[in-house]
C-alpha cells in the first residue's frame, strides 16, 4: 500500500513536469478570496497579458479596473465615471515558471485536479500557483493569505481583447483621498530667488494631485522665527495656487517645530473625515535650509506622529543637519520619507519621488476603514457578489454606500419559540433544536412540558372514581409508576358495599365525591373541587370544565405598555415590568436618527434635522458619523458664480450669514486682467503675482522657450513613433521639466498622454 501511495505521489510530480508550458496570456473566469478590507468573494471576468504588462478585471458588481504595470497606472471606472491613480504594486505571475518547485501537493479547484508550484520569485506578490495537467492555473494563492481561483481559461492576448481604458479618464495623477500640510522655510537664510523656486515646488506639489471633496486636500504654512497660516486646507486647487501667488517672505531665524505646529492644528481642526468618522489620510511635507534654532521640535514630533501622520521631510543645501532631517520624518519601512537637495534648484528632481512616496507607497481607502466591501469611484462602499462565509450559524447580509460596512454575519438566532426545546447551532449543520428532558425524580408528579412555558410537574391524578376511597400519592413506593394509593374508608366501607343505600354523587367533572360517615344519610356523599396544582407560583391552578384534567396556565403579568420586559418572580408569583434599555433596543444603527420608544407602540426612530440655524451651511447627516454643517463653497454654491468660474481669479467669494448670500470682494484692490486671466494685469502681457508690489512678466524669450520646449517633447515622440516614443519621453521626462516649470504653467487636468488609450471607443 505504502509503495502504491509513493508511485501516485512520484507520478503527480512527473505529471507535473511534463505539463505543458502555463499560459501568460489570457482570459478567466475568476474569483477573489480572503483580500485585505473585503468580506466575501469578488467574482470578475479577467483578462492577463504578462508580455505587455497589462491585466483588467470586469467585476460581476460593476466597475472595471484596468492596469498598466509599466507605466505605473490603475483605471478605475464605475458607468460614466473614471479614477486615475498611479500603481506601484508589480504585476502578479499568474503562470508557472521553470524555476518553480513542484511540492507534490494536489487540492481540486472547480472540480479539476490541481498541483501545487512553489513560486521561486516571490516579489509579484504571489507565493503558490495550483497548475493542471495541461499547464493552465487553477489557483494563485499571495503572501497575505488571499488567493484567486480560474476557471473557464483561455488563451488570448489582451491586444486581440481590445484592451482599451476610457477616454473620459484624467490624466494620470494621484487620486487619493488625503489632507496635505506644507510646511515652508522662509527664513532670512532663503534669497528671494531661491524663495521663488520654493513657491514654484509647491505648485508643482500642488498639480501633481488630484484635488476635490474625495480626493487631495492640501493647505500651506511657512515657519520662520513664528509660523503663519498662507492657505487654510482647501480643496480647491485654484485657491491654493492663487494664494501661495500673494504670499510674500517676511525672514527672520528658523523654527522648524513652530511651522509643524501649526500645520498640525490646521489640519486637527479643519482636517476631513471618513464616512466613518476617521481621519482621511494626513501628510505633511515639511522644508528647510537650516537647523531648528529653538522651541520644543521632539514634543511636537511626538504628537503629530501619535496622531497618525505621515511627515515626508526635504532638506536644502549644506547648513541642514541631515539627522535632524531623518528625526523629522517618518520611519516607514519600505518607504523613502527623506530628501536632501544641494540647493534650491534640485527641488524639481525631488518632486518625481515625493509624489510617488505620498499617492503610491502611502496606503489609503477613501471608503474609510468601515467599509468591508469594494472600495468603488467617488468613495462608494460597494457589497461583494458572495457574502457566504461558510458558517451555518451566520445570517450573510451586506450594507451598501458611503462608509458601508459590506458583507456582515450576524450570529443566525436559532430560537424556535418553543420551551421544550434546548436551542443550538453547528457550524456546518445550522440550528439544532433538541427536546429537553423534563424529569424531576418523583413518582408523584406528571412530567410534562408546556412550549410556551417549558418544563411543568403536575401532580398526579390518584382519583380512582370511588367515593368510598381516600385517594393519595406516596413518592416512596417501591414497584409503582404513580405512587397512588387509594385506601378504603373504614366507616363508609358498609354503606358504600349496600346495594340498597348506595352512595349516589352527582358532582361537575371538576369537582370529587367521597363517603364521609359523619353527614346525615341517605348516602353520605361529601363533594370537593378537585385539586390542582403544580407548585409553580407563576401559574394559574385550574381545572378544565372541559376535560376535568388539571391546567396550569402562566400568569398574566402584561401591563400593557409595549416600552417594558413582562414577566413574573419564580420565586414568589409576583409580576415584575422592567423599562426596556432603549439605547440597546431601539438602536436602528443609523446616526440621523433619534430612537425613543412610545409606550402605545414600542421603538420609534425619528430623522434628525440637523439644522444648525446658520444660512451659511449645509445641513446633512451621514448614517454613520451623524449631523455636520460644513461650510458653503460659493463657488459651487451660488447659481451665478458656477456660471463665471474666470471670476475667482480675481475675487474671493465668502458666504454672508447676515444677507443669506454669497459676497465677492477683490483680490489686491483691483478687477483688471491680463491676456491669460490673472489679475492686475495690463491686458497685453502675461503676468504672475509675486505678492503686493512685485510681478514677473513673461517675455517673448521665455515664450519661445516654452513653444521650443513643447516642440521637442513632439518631436521625440514624433520621430521613435507611438508607444516607443512615449516611452522614450517618460524615461527622459525630467530632463525635460523646463518645458512646464514656468510660474505660470498649471496642469488642467485635461492634457497629457493617456498610455493606455487605444482605438476609437
Keep these: 500500500m505504502q509503495l502504491a501511495t509513493g508511485f501516485l505521489v512520484i507520478l503527480s510530480v512527473l505529471v507535473g513536469c511534463l505539463a505543458q508550458p502555463s499560459l501568460q496570456g489570457f482570459t478567466a473566469d475568476v474569483s477573489y478570496a480572503n483580500l485585505t478590507g473585503v468580506d466575501g468573494r469578488l467574482t470578475a471576468s479577467l483578462s492577463y497579458d504578462w508580455s505587455l504588462q497589462l491585466l483588467k478585471n470586469q467585476y460581476k458588481i460593476g466597475p472595471v479596473e484596468y492596469f498598466n504595470f509599466t507605466a505605473r497606472l490603475r483605471y478605475l471606472t464605475c458607468g460614466s465615471v473614471c479614477e486615475t491613480e498611479t500603481y506601484g504594486k508589480a504585476m502578479p505571475i499568474y503562470f508557472s515558471e521553470a524555476s518553480d518547485t513542484v511540492t507534490g501537493k494536489t487540492i481540486v479547484v472547480n472540480g479539476v485536479n490541481c498541483t501545487e508550484r512553489r ?212 520611519n516607514l519601512p519600505g518607504i523613502n520619507t527623506t530628501f536632501f537637495g544641494d540647493s534650491f534648484s534640485a527641488l524639481p528632481k525631488i518632486l518625481d519621488g515625493l509624489i510617488v512616496a505620498t499617492c503610491v507607497d502611502i496606503p489609503g481607502n477613501p471608503c474609510g476603514l468601515g467599509c468591508r466591501g469594494f472600495c468603488a469611484c467617488r468613495g462608494n462602499c460597494i457589497c461583494p457578489d458572495n457574502c457566504d462565509d461558510g458558517n451555518q450559524c451566520t445570517d450573510d447580509s451586506c450594507t451598501a454606500g458611503i462608509g458601508g460596512n459590506g458583507c456582515i454575519h450576524p450570529a443566525h438566532d436559532c430560537d424556535d419559540g418553543n420551551a421544550c426545546t434546548a436551542d443550538s447551532c453547528d457550524l456546518n449543520l445550522g440550528c439544532i433544536n433538541a427536546p429537553i428532558n423534563c424529569t424531576d425524580g418523583n413518582i408523584c408528579t406528571f412530567d410534562q412540558c408546556d412550549p410556551g412555558y417549558g418544563c411543568i410537574f403536575p401532580l398526579n391524578d390518584c382519583d380512582d372514581g370511588s367515593p368510598c376511597t381516600i385517594d393519595t400519592c406516596n413518592s416512596t413506593l417501591k414497584n409503582s409508576t404513580t405512587g397512588c394509593v387509594n385506601t378504603i374508608i373504614p366507616k363508609c366501607a358498609e354503606v358504600c358495599q349496600d346495594p340498597v343505600k348506595p352512595v349516589n354523587c352527582s358532582a361537575s367533572i371538576c369537582m370529587v365525591s367521597a363517603c364521609n360517615s359523619s353527614l346525615p344519610g341517605p348516602n353520605y356523599c361529601d363533594t370537593k373541587p378537585k385539586f390542582c396544582q403544580d407548585t409553580d407560583p407563576c401559574t394559574v391552578d385550574g381545572c378544565s370544565m372541559t376535560t376535568g384534567l388539571c391546567i396550569f396556565p402562566p400568569k398574566n403579568c402584561d401591563d400593557g ?183 505660470m504653467y498649471s496642469d488642467n487636468g485635461l492634457s497629457g498622454t493617456n498610455p493606455m488609450y487605444s482605438g476609437d471607443n
Design 561 to 743: 405598555n409595549a416600552c417594558t420586559i413582562d414577566g413574573c418572580h419564580p420565586n414568589n408569583g409576583s409580576c415584575f415590568n422592567i423599562p426596556i434599555d432603549v439605547a440597546a433596543v431601539c438602536n436602528d444603527y443609523n446616526a440621523c436618527t433619534d430612537d425613543t420608544c412610545v409606550p402605545a407602540i414600542g421603538c420609534v426612530n425619528t430623522n434628525l434635522t440637523c439644522s444648525d440655524g446658520l444660512n451659511c451651511t449645509y445641513d446633512n447627516c451621514n448614517s454613520i458619523t451623524g449631523c455636520f454643517n460644513p461650510p458653503i463653497d460659493c463657488w459651487s454654491y451660488d447659481p451665478e458664480l458656477i456660471q463665471k468660474p474666470e471670476l475667482s481669479s480675481c475675487y474671493l467669494a465668502t458666504c454672508s450669514e447676515s444677507q443669506h448670500k454669497c459676497i465677492l470682494s477683490n483680490l489686491n484692490g483691483s478687477t483688471a486682467f491680463d491676456r491669460c486671466g490673472i489679475c492686475n494685469g495690463d491686458n497685453s502681457t502675461c503676468a504672475v503675482a509675486l505678492g503686493s508690489s512685485q510681478t514677473i512678466g513673461i517675455g517673448a524669450g521665455v515664450i519661445a522657450a516654452i513653444v521650443i520646449g513643447a516642440v521637442a517633447i513632439c518631436a521625440v515622440i514624433g520621430a521613435l513613433g507611438g508607444k516607443k516614443g512615449y516611452d522614450v519621453w517618460l524615461k527622459h521626462r525630467t530632463n525635460m521639466q523646463g518645458a512646464n516649470t514656468n510660474p
Design 119 to 330: 513560486k521561486a520569485t516571490q516579489s509579484s506578490g504571489v507565493t503558490y500557483v495550483y497548475i493542471d495537467a495541461t499547464g493552465t492555473i487553477c489557483r494563485a494563492v499571495k503572501g497575505d493569505g488571499s488567493f484567486v481561483d480560474f476557471a473557464n481559461v483561455a488563451p488570448t492576448s489582451l491586444q486581440a481583447v481590445n484592451y482599451t481604458a476610457p477616454k473620459n479618464c484624467p490624466t494620470p495623477a494621484c487620486s487619493k483621498k488625503i489632507d496635505f500640510m506644507l510646511a515652508f522655510d522662509e527664513s532670512g537664510s532663503i534669497v528671494g530667488a531661491d524663495f521663488r523656486t520654493m513657491k514654484n515646488f509647491a505648485a508643482s506639489v500642488a498639480n501633481s494631485y488630484t484635488w476635490g471633496d474625495n480626493y487631495a486636500g492640501m493647505g500651506l504654512v511657512f515657519f520662520s522665527t513664528g509660523a503663519r497660516l498662507i492657505v487654510n486646507i482647501t480643496t480647491s486647487k485654484t485657491k491654493f495656487i492663487q494664494q501661495l501667488g500673494l504670499a510674500d517672505q517676511d525672514g527672520g531665524t528658523t523654527c522648524i517645530g513652530c511651522g509643524i505646529q501649526l500645520a498640525y492644528d490646521q489640519v486637527t481642526q479643519f482636517g476631513r473625515k471618513n464616512p466613518d468618522g476617521t481621519p482621511v489620510n494626513r501628510v505633511f511635507i515639511v522644508l528647510t535650509d537650516g537647523i531648528n534654532a529653538y522651541g520644543d521640535l521632539t514634543g511636537v514630533l511626538r504628537t503629530v506622529k501619535n496622531a497618525g501622520i505621515t511627515i515626508f521631510a526635504i532638506g536644502v543645501g549644506s547648513e541642514v543637519d541631515r539627522q535632524q532631517i531623518t528625526d523629522i520624518a517618518s
